[in-house]
């Protein structure tokens, strides 16, 4: 099982970003999946979870109204839309399935919120 977290960078905030996560290994269709953040001296966060059909989605507080998970069980791949950023929204994001996490994280990609 690997994932493969992607379409981080730097953005100002206010301005949006859409990160992707290539799983493998397995077929997502039959995991529920989400995006974790862990932001330097904290730990790792869920910050939003989608259903294996994709029906039910559910958000930390901190993101709601502002980022959107979606995904595409062709694709095996799970997609994290950040509007509205914040500088608080620093962090590394990965993304795991559930339930039945795996301990292979991916290598995340960095998201950094700056003027």
């Known amino acids: 099982v690997q994932f493969v977290e992607s379409g981080g960078g730097l953005v100002q905030p206010g301005g949006s970003l859409r990160l992707s996560c290539l799983a493998s290994?397995?077929?997502?269709?039959?995991?529920?999946m989400r995006w974790y953040r862990q932001a330097p001296g904290k730990e790792r966060e869920v910050v939003a979870e989608i259903t294996s059909t994709g029906r039910t989605t559910n958000y930390d507080d901190s993101v709601k109204g502002r980022f959107t998970i979606s995904r595409d069980n062709a694709q095996n791949t799970v997609y994290l839309q950040m509007s509205s950023v914040k500088y608080e929204d620093t962090a590394v994001y990965y993304c795991?399935?559930?339930?039945?996490?795996?301990?292979?994280w991916g290598q995340g990609t960095q998201v950094t919120v700056s003027s």
């Open positions: 290994g397995f077929t997502i269709s039959s995991y529920g």
């Open positions: 795991n399935r559930y339930p039945g996490a795996v301990d292979s």
